[in-house]
């Protein structure tokens, strides 16, 4: 797991950053649309940057800015998850499940 306040990889079962002695986040972080910093799904702006987290997001797939409660993305018509987590978990998720979701030409 990275730490959000040094950056540093630390290893996914420690609590704390081996650099700066911070504790870890755990559970589902979203990613900022503008800046990319992960922040907490509860969290309504962006702590780095400062920018309205639920207006806008953006396709796991063609990168495109969406609205947030968008289920289909209107530019290559991906379905989309409620909450967008970070790219990790998108990779993992889009390895279990092949093509499904994606538009067919």
Do not use: A, H, Q, W
């Amino acid at each position: 797991m990275k730490c959000k306040y040094c950056g540093t990889t630390n290893e996914d079962n420690r609590k704390y950053c081996l650099n700066c002695g911070m504790p870890l986040e755990y559970g589902k972080m979203l990613n900022c649309y503008s800046c990319g910093v992960s922040v907490k799904p509860k969290y309504k702006y962006c702590p780095e940057c400062g920018v309205d987290l639920k207006l806008k997001r953006r396709c796991p797939d063609c990168n495109i800015l969406i609205n947030y409660d968008d289920k289909f993305c209107k530019n290559c018509g991906r379905k989309l998850d409620k909450i967008n987590t970070n790219e990790e978990e998108m990779e993992e998720k889009e390895d279990t499940t092949g093509t499904e979701g994606k538009k067919r030409v």
